[in-house]
């Protein structure tokens, strides 16, 4: 059994074939899909989502960096009304991300303080997404280091020194299709971080690991990143499938 703790199957990149898609992941054995939010604008499709699939869609809350505009205070009260209506697995994703527009960072490091900071009301995970901002990350994540900071460090790219100061801060690792990328550079140092720090994801549709590279991602694809992970720990794909799957249990608490 896998888990896929990051996938954003409620995209419009699925709308022709969403259950076909939810099925080929099933079928091999990945029953459990962890969905990010972004904004407000895609809450209902989150929702209609869970309905669908009671048993297999966990659900996060949260405002993407990337969403961070000059209405993000707007967009954080949705975020906190929606945390008072029911429960969700994490707060996610969120932080900081300077490749699309560098002008917002004061704004996206308040809504990114914001956020940890009901994380930890809520006791919940934070799910981190990092673009060009490995220092800014970790610059907030400091002020915010104690017990009840954890979470997963999503679409880990970074050095190894990278992956270990993210891990002192109690986040695993979510490693995902750029595993597989000949210049993905992770690939060459990962067996180094213990499996315990590890966690899998695809971030589908985005990132497809290779042979698909350049091509919509999907859930299924996360048994192509287990194998690449079995060939750089050089032990089994059920191994692996194991130990990860338990750490993303021990991360969301189901």
Known sequence: MLTDTHTHL???AFDEDRDAVISRAIDLGITRFFIPAIDSGHTEA???LE???PKNVFLMMGLHPTSVKENFEDELA???AQFKSRSFY???EIGIDLYWDKSTLDIQKIAFRRQIQLAKKYKLPIVIHCRDAFDEIFEVLETERGDDLFGIFHCFTGTLEQAQRAISFNMKLGIGGVVTFKNGKID???NEIALEHIVLETDSPYLAPVPYRGKRNESSYLSLICAKLAEIYNISEETIAKITTENSKAVFKV
């Open 51 to 53: 309905k669908a699939y």
């Open 90 to 92: 994490a707060v996610g």
């Open 46 to 48: 989150m929702y209609a």
């Open 78 to 80: 949705h975020v906190e």
């Open 10 to 12: 409620y995209s419009t």
């Open 188 to 190: 060459k140092f990962l």
